[in-house]
Structure formats: C-alpha cells, structure tokens
C-alpha cells in the first residue's frame, strides 16, 4: 500500500508571545537532487507556492468594508477573527476534499482546515498582523482513497497584537487565547505543537496538492506539485514519500528507492517510508531485504492501518455479519474519525436485523464526514434508515386481526 501524508490543519487563533530559548545547529536540509523531470509531462496547471497565501480583489474588498466595520468595534485581532468566522459574516463550511489556496476559500466559502489557516494568515498581513505557524502534534489520523493511504497531520496559527509603529518596543502576547477549530478545543489544549516556518506551511500546501491529484490519477501534475514542495522547503519530509509514490506508479524503481531511504537516513523509524520501501524493493525481487525492512515494520505498526476493516468487507461479503461487526467495531475503537468504518458497521448490524444501531452508525458517519459529498450520501443513508425505522415502529402498533374480525 502507498503512504502519502497530507495536513488536516487544526485551527487555532492565539495570542503570540516572544519567547527566547538555546541557539541550536540546525541539521542540514536532506538532498534535492532525486528530480526525474524528463520522465513527466508538464503540468496542466500553474504551480506558484505565492498562490496559496495572495489577496484577491474580493479578499480586499471584504477587508475593506465588513471586515473594518469589525475591527473599528473590537481592534484588529478580534475584528478580523469575528469577520472571518462569526455567523452570518462569510458562514464558512469545513470541507476536506480538495486544498485550497486563501483566495479559493474565502471564494467557496468552505475549505479544509489548512486553507482556513492560508486564509487568516493572508487577512492578518493585511493588516500588519503578526502570525505565527504551529505544527501540532495529535495522534496519526488515516484515511485511503484509490489503494492510497494518507496520513493526515496538523498545523494551526497564532495571531498577535498589533505591533506598534516602533522597532524600540517589544510587545509581549496576553494570556488570553482565541481558538476556532473543527475539533474540541480540550483535544488540542492536551498536544504539545512546534513553530514552523511559513515555507513549511507552503510546502505542506503543496503536497496537499500532489497527494489530490495522485488520487484523481494525474501522476504528471502531482510530480510537479511534490517537487515544487521539495523546493520550497525540503524538510518537510513527507513530500519526499509522495514523489517517491509517484516514482513507483512510473516504474522508476531506483529513484523511488533513493528518495526513501533519504527519508530514513533523517527518520530510521519513519512508518510511511519504511512500508513504501518494502513494496518497492519487492517490486524489483528484492525479497530478502523486503522482509527485513517488514520485520521493523511490524514492530513499530504491530497491526497496519484499514487490516480490520479489510477483513470485515471479506466477512460480509461471505454473510458473516457477526464477525463482520466484531472487525469493524475494532476499527472504530482505534479510528472513529473515520465515516467510512461507521457506514460499514451499520451495514453489518442492518444486516443482522439491528436498525436501530444502524441507524446510530450511519449518525456517526454523518458526524464524522469531513466532505460535502459524504455529508450529503449519508445524510440520504440516515434519512432512508430513519423511514425504515418509522414503519417498523408502525408495524408494530398495528393490532393482530384473528379469524372472523
């Protein structure tokens, strides 16, 4: 299975602090010479990493009229947060299907959390605000989509005061923290986060793009996103994993090798680089040094990622609904952001006779959707198990009529 990591970005709107710490060498950035651009078709659309952060006219305009109205009440920071996402204002809606850039956001009104972030990022340079970008750390979020495996991570973005028209003032952040998020906020109070450099930001931008057009199958126009991440910022590793990915789908063995054991050099226990080695190296008959590699696996990922589920489809494709619940329930307990093991589940109780809980399931599903499309699919599910839960009850009330009534 491939491994692609993508970043689902938490939002979180704080006050900045200066904070003063211990000069520390930094390691040197991993090598950028695994390009294979002749093996690629140009890309069908313009890569610019400067895209993702620009003010468009309407972003100007919105800033200029409802958002000053705000901010002329509550001062810049609070002004601009209440613009941005107090009902009524722009009524933003969380979708994860596709990365935005600030612009394509603020115009869908609706995005995935990290194009939530490009977009208060590039409202606050508008208004001399100074931001800061976190990365967060939250326990690995998995999801597939076409035989692809993304692992999806977390960033959010801190707001300061401010700062004054003078370079003598240091300005230090209040206690006070502004958060709006898509999660609860005491799940990302409990995450320690780090401060990363808007390049990473970009780069993460950019993968996001490549893993999207991986899944819709434009490896060319992926390669080219991956490698324009690489070279916005190399550290960010997981864009190495995705062109490798893209390397595999091309039959470029040797520079898919290449580009993970660069990964592992720098992570000797990095998970993705580790399981998309193995399949390469058992691509070209390298049995031998696969199963080496498969036996750290194991020991670092003791059960893979969607192995529940994917015995509970081949146990409800026999009809062994039962033991089909029992996998997918497993599932759940480890993933329950994941819609798709909710559906699955209510299959297999509905398949059992079980509606009420299906129809609890297929409520969880809906809970956990993080696309419009899924929102609408089960949404419809729901409304069906509803009905059928409706004439059951009716069913039931309707008295028993005995000979000669």
């Not at 200029?64 to 609070?78: F, H, P």
Request: glycine share 4%.
């Amino acid at each position: 299975m491939h491994h692609v990591r993508r970043v689902c970005a938490v939002l979180a709107l704080a006050c900045l602090a200066c904070l003063a710490g211990c000069a520390v060498e930094p390691m040197q950035p991993p090598d950028t010479n695994v390009f294979r651009d002749a093996a690629f078709r140009p890309a069908s659309v313009p890569i610019d990493a400067q895209e993702a952060l620009k003010l468009s006219p309407a972003m100007q305009r919105f800033a200029e009229t409802e958002m000053a109205s705000e901010i002329r009440l509550k001062g810049v920071r609070d002004g601009l947060i209440d613009a941005l996402y107090t009902k009524g204002r722009l009524q933003l809606d969380y979708d994860s299907e596709i990365t935005r850039t600030a612009a394509e956001a603020f115009d869908a009104r609706r995005g995935n959390c990290l194009s939530l972030v490009l977009m208060t990022a590039a409202f606050a340079r508008q208004l001399n605000l100074p931001v800061r970008f976190n990365s967060v750390y939250l326990e690995e979020a998995w999801t597939r989509a076409n035989g692809i495996y993304f692992v999806a991570g977390h960033v959010n973005i801190s707001l300061a005061r401010p700062l004054p028209n003078t370079s003598r003032m240091t300005v230090f952040g209040d206690p006070e923290l502004l958060t709006i998020d898509f999660l609860p906020p005491e799940q990302v109070k409990r995450h320690r986060s780090r401060v990363v450099d808007e390049s990473t930001i970009l780069a993460m931008f950019m993968n996001n793009r490549a893993a999207e057009a991986l899944t819709l199958g434009q490896i060319d126009d992926a390669y080219w996103w991956s490698r324009a991440a690489l070279q916005t910022d190399s550290r960010w590793l997981a864009s190495y994993n995705t062109l490798a990915v893209l390397y595999r789908r091309k039959g470029l063995f040797d520079a898919a090798e290449k580009t993970l054991r660069l990964v592992l050099e720098r992570e000797p226990a990095n998970v993705q680089a580790m399981s998309n080695l193995v399949l390469v190296l058992t691509d070209v008959g390298r049995s031998a040094e696969a199963d080496s590699y498969s036996r750290q696996l194991a020991q670092l990922q003791p059960v893979a990622p969607y192995k529940f589920f994917d015995d509970g489809v081949a146990a409800m494709k026999a009809g062994e609904f039962a033991e089909a619940r029992q996998l997918f329930r497993k599932e759940v307990a480890r993933a329950a952001y994941v819609p798709e093991f909710h559906f699955w589940l209510a299959l297999a109780n509905y398949g059992l006779g079980d509606v009420a809980s299906a129809r609890g399931e297929i409520a969880k599903a809906l809970e956990n959707s993080a696309t419009t499309r899924d929102r609408d699919m089960y949404g419809a599910k729901l409304a069906w198990l509803n009905e059928q839960q409706r004439e059951l009850r009716e069913q039931r009330r309707q008295p028993v009529r005995g000979p000669g009534t």
